[in-house]
């Protein structure tokens, strides 16, 4: 046979104990007023339920308990009667007398057959206090966090404090958060993405920049001969008729070397062009009207590496 029980509470309190304190607490926990929970308190041993599996009971007594209210849990086999937590009947003059009643009730029980019909009565009325059970212990009502009883689904949890309109806050904040998070995330490819489209044009750029700066050396030389050509009236043919040295050099030109007429060959190095041979850019000057002029559209330099004034716009 399976064991009922009551969770009873009484009005022993702790000297240390504030009462008010804890009839706001039972009042939170069972949602009735402050005036009903005090009512609690008063008496020595009040019922707060009937009926429960030992499970279901330890978890009222556990609830309770937490409010600092003194709890009990008495078998039904052995309780007395108590005081229930809710208000009793109202008294019929027509019913019949405490002794008489009783003598009727046990003669009725004692003289009566056992029947299909009882059986299923009392089957009924077992079923229906198991469902009220599952009802008040329903997992919705259960602390997710110490599995405490509560009032209600949006009550606080008066064991732990869990406050499940908080849990929503923070389920919300989780959301933003990782919302943020994915446009973040998106943000960072779409900048990848648009680095490794433009670094080859950067490299490019950084490469002309880096020439263009080397080959001021091989104006340089240019306007030299030009001011050689202009003051002897002759085109050298070799550096050292132009008073030039014959090792002319920097990061990006490997040589400068003057040959016949005054043509200057500018060689390139591959390294600093990023390519596997050498290129060149050739200079050669013209006297036109006592001023010499210079075509560098010779060479084998990529047009798109030249100077702009030496693009060929014939070459791809």
């Given at each position: 046979?399976?064991?009922?029980?009551?969770?009873?509470?009484?009005?022993?309190?702790?000297?240390?104990?504030?009462?008010?304190?804890?009839?706001?607490?039972?009042?939170?926990?069972?949602?009735?007023?402050?005036?009903?929970?005090?009512?609690?308190?008063?008496?020595?041993?009040?019922?707060?339920?009937?009926?429960?599996?030992?499970?279901?009971?330890?978890?009222?007594?556990?609830?309770?308990?937490?409010?600092?209210?003194?709890?009990?849990?008495?078998?039904?086999?052995?309780a007395v009667d108590l005081p229930q937590i809710?208000?009793?009947?109202?008294?019929d003059s027509r019913a019949p007398q405490p002794?008489?009643?009783?003598?009727?009730?046990?003669?009725?029980?004692?003289?009566?057959?056992?029947?299909?019909?009882?059986?299923?009565?009392?089957?009924?009325?077992?079923?229906?206090?198991?469902?009220?059970?599952?009802?008040d212990a329903s997992d919705a009502t259960l602390?997710?966090?110490?599995?405490?009883?509560?009032?209600?689904?949006?009550?606080?949890?008066?064991?732990?404090?869990?406050?499940?309109?908080?849990?929503?806050?923070?389920?919300?904040?989780?959301?933003?958060?990782?919302?943020?998070?994915?446009?973040?995330?998106?943000?960072?490819?779409?900048?990848?993405?648009?680095?490794?489209?433009?670094?080859?044009?950067?490299?490019?750029?950084?490469?002309?920049?880096?020439?263009?700066?080397?080959?001021?050396?091989?104006?340089?030389?240019?306007?030299?001969?030009?001011?050689?050509?202009?003051?002897?009236?002759?085109?050298?043919?070799?550096?050292?008729?132009?008073?030039?040295?014959?090792?002319?050099?920097?990061?990006?030109?490997?040589?400068?070397?003057?040959?016949?007429?005054?043509?200057?060959?500018?060689?390139?190095?591959?390294?600093?062009?990023?390519?596997?041979?050498?290129?060149?850019?050739?200079?050669?000057?013209?006297?036109?009207?006592?001023?010499?002029?210079?075509?560098?559209?010779?060479?084998?330099?990529?047009?798109?590496?030249?100077?702009?004034?030496?693009?060929?716009?014939?070459?791809?």
């Amino acid at each position: 046979m399976v064991n009922s029980f009551q969770v009873v509470i009484t009005n022993q309190l702790k000297p240390d104990q504030d009462k008010n304190l804890i009839t706001e607490k039972l009042a939170i926990l069972f949602k009735i007023d402050a005036q009903k929970a005090a009512q609690l308190l008063i008496k020595p041993r009040t019922v707060i339920k009937d009926n429960l599996d030992e499970a279901t009971a330890r978890k009222y007594l556990a609830a309770i308990q937490q409010t600092g209210a003194h709890c009990e849990l008495i078998n039904t086999q052995d309780a007395v009667d108590l005081p229930q937590i809710v208000d009793p009947p109202k008294s019929d003059s027509r019913a019949p007398q405490p002794g008489a009643g009783t003598r009727a009730s046990a003669h009725t029980h004692q003289d009566a057959p056992l029947s299909l019909v009882a059986r299923e009565e009392k089957t009924e009325k077992e079923t229906r206090e198991k469902l009220l059970t599952l009802r008040d212990a329903s997992d919705a009502t259960l602390c997710p966090d110490c599995g405490t009883i509560r009032g209600s689904v949006d009550a606080i949890c008066l064991h732990c404090g869990y406050n499940p309109f908080e849990f929503e806050s923070q389920q919300a904040s989780s959301g933003s958060k990782k919302s943020f998070l994915i446009a973040g995330v998106i943000l960072l490819l779409l900048f990848s993405i648009g680095a490794i489209v433009a670094l080859p044009h950067i490299q490019k750029f950084m490469l002309q920049h880096k020439i263009n700066q080397d080959l001021a050396l091989a104006f340089d030389i240019r306007n030299q001969v030009s001011e050689f050509i202009v003051t002897t009236s002759f085109f050298p043919n070799q550096n050292i008729d132009a008073n030039l040295p014959n090792d002319i050099s920097n990061d990006t030109i490997e040589s400068i070397i003057v040959s016949d007429n005054g043509v200057l060959t500018v060689t390139l190095r591959a390294e600093a062009l990023k390519e596997q041979e050498s290129q060149t850019l050739i200079f050669v000057p013209r006297a036109v009207k006592g001023v010499i002029a210079w075509n560098c559209l010779g060479g084998t330099l990529r047009n798109d590496l030249r100077p702009e004034f030496c693009r060929n716009s014939l070459s791809q």
